[in-house]
């Protein structure tokens, strides 16, 4: 299959000798992200130098066009691949325009003087990145979100067929990290490139990417689309998540749940019970949740924190069994908490399950004041 | 965009007619300003019409003029070395003198000298860069070794002090027990001076360093790719680790070409590039270089006219001139930087 652009077989990565991560094999081709996810220190940027020739693969090799990295001069690389490293590079009096303009090294004369394409192309991709308002600005004085778009526009006028980030959205706030990875993700479609980053947050390199390399260990552990790593098993086996917990479907976390014996019992649903649950978390209150949709919010989250869920089949009404099942739960605490759900047909069973508890007696702490 | 860079293309224009002229009115002045006042009509008597063998015929031709261009020779090399330097090890305070580069080259001429006056009578200018050359690579390659074992710049830079001041006892100490003749000579040598240049020794200084600097100039596209850093400059597809010998070899040859004729001179190499890129706005090295070249000549030669005017007859070392005024300049950067 000659489809693939980039490619490595066997590949072997680590410093000075020593394989680090070793048995690399994944094919990319035109249009792909692929993004590296994984612990800190698991190997990413090493991973990253490597298949970018700053640093010498221990084994294997690196296919670009079918051509071995090995065997391109650096003249032949910079032609196709161009990178944005994590440290922001110690020029000094240079404007951003100025820095962008660097990506066109490989294409200019002996002494660098830019032609008139040449200024083209690094004004249009200044206007890629939505850059031009701080293109005149001293390099030094740029903020890092700026600083990252800048960088960028720099390896998008190299034009390489390749462009490979490492960790690009550190130090971005929310925005930023959004805007920098909706460029990129036009980048691949308009102009038909393979993108290679690492990202931490896992939850933008789910939407973000086609491609996801988990790294860990002295291995690839897991190699995919992000429909088949963003399971719940995969993430936390991937992270050593045993305490927090990691949602597929909202691509978040919860913090660990609280343990102990609970003596609260929440009664919620359609999403009035996450503020509820995520509250009795910091105070560390292990608590019970039911009775809860499948297909409920509130479900998923309370999967994360609750100590049990008493739940129900999607769609359906609320069985005689998941009733008692949820008094049982209920009655062995002294507090129970009403969201303030309202109670429609298929939930009329929680209906039953408060006017149980206050005719019990359980103390109904004000769902409010608890935070929902 | 037009407006900026013919703004850009202005400021140029101007700092190097600035420098063009005050270089040419510093020349002057060297020529005409000394023990004997001799007036620009004499000068340009004696230059273009009789030359009569007078006192002032032989104080122009045999002293000032190969002095003071000497001095613009070596000032120009001296800062384009300090400029290779700080390109380098991506430090703006990294200089020929303070990395003890000039020392290395010192104790290894003063050596030579000894050594060859010694065994053959009189040793001549090729050896004495030859030397220079030796002392700068040997004492750049202990700095190099150095900054591998330390990632601090700031670390770096005291190594480089401490190689100096390692390298000036060995020096003071091979002149203490040389023979009596000898000593005058390098004495004066060792503390840098202008003085005593022959036309022979200029023009060899004029080829080494005219030759090193268009070397240089031509590599203005890798310099400013290097500016960026090693890893981006790799991308750009320059062969990093040849680039970086290639740097290191020029910075050595201009900085042991200053130190073999007229000894090691101080904050010439820090100071001029700063102010340089300072006037300029800019790191470009195509604009650079030129005018850092340019700036350490106009330096060199207001200095060494202050060193040998002031306290006329006697002379200042050089260096004494150029530490008063470049070691304010490096001390405002690093406070400079600081608030960065």
Known sequence: ????????????????????????????SKGQIMTLIGPNGSGKSTILKSISNHLKTIAGTVYIDEKSLSDLSYKDVSTRMAVVLTERP?????????????????YTGRLGILSAEDNEKVDAAIKLVNAEEIAERDFTATSDGQRQRVMLARAICQEPEIIILDEPTSFLDIKHKLELLDILRMMVETKNIVVIMSLHEIDLAQKASDIIMCVK?????????????????????????????????????????????PDTFVIAGAGTGIGIFRELQKKKIPFYAGVLHTNDLDYQVALDLAAEV????????????????????????????????????????NKRLLEEAKMLGKELPDAERIGR | MKDFDSRRAGRYTIVFVVLAIAFLTIIVLNITIGSVDISVRDIIKILFMDADGSTQYGIIWKIRM????????????????????????ANPIAG????????????????????????????????????AFVGSLASIGFVLLVSRKVPSMSMLLVAGIMIGYICTAITDFVITFAADSDIVNLHN??????????????????????????????????????????????????????????????????SACVTAFAGPISFVGIAVPHLIKLFLKTSKPIVVIPAVFLGGAVFCTGCDLIARTVFAPTELSISTVTSVFGAPIVIWMIIKRQKK
């Open chain 2, 66 to 89: 190969p002095r003071v261009f000497m001095a613009a020779i070596l000032g120009g090399a001296l800062s384009l070395s300090g400029f290779l330097l700080q390109t380098f090890f």
């Open chain 2, 189 to 254: 040598w060792s503390k840098g001076s202008f003085s005593g240049m022959a036309w022979s020794n200029v023009t060899i200084a004029f080829f080494v360093v005219m030759i090193t600097s268009v070397i240089v100039f031509c590599l203005s596209k890798p310099i400013g790719a290097f500016q960026m850093g090693e890893a981006y400059a790799q991308s750009m597809g320059v062969n990093v680790a040849v680039f970086k010998v290639v740097l290191i070899l020029l910075s050595s040859v201009l």
């Open chain 1, 310 to 349: 008493v739940s129900a089949q999607a769609f359906e009404n609320i069985t005689e069994e998941e009733y008692k099942k949820a008094e049982e739960l209920m009655k062995k605490c002294s507090k129970v908490i009403y969201s303030g759900v309202e109670f429609g047909t298929t939930n009329r069973a």
């Open chain 1, 217 to 261: 260990g002295d291995h690839i552990s897991q190699l995919g689309t992000p429909r088949d790593i963003f399971t719940k098993e995969s993430i936390t086996r991937l992270y050593d998540l045993d305490k927090g917990n990691y949602n597929n479907y909202f691509g978040s976390v919860e913090l660990p749940a609280p343990v102990g014996e």
């Open chain 1, 1 to 28: 299959m000659s489809d693939y652009y980039f490619k490595t077989s066997d590949l072997s990565v680590g410093y000075n000798g020593n394989a680090l991560i070793n048995d690399i094999n994944v094919e990319l």
């Open chain 2, 96 to 131: 020929p003198y303070i990395l003890g580069i000039s020392s290395g080259a010192k104790l290894f001429v003063s050596f030579t000298m000894i050594v060859i006056t010694q065994l053959w009578g009189h040793a001549n200018s090729a050896e004495m860069i030859i030397a």
């Open chain 1, 90 to 106: 110690k020029v000094e009096l240079m404007t951003c325009r100025d820095v962008v303009a660097t990506g066109r090294y490989p």
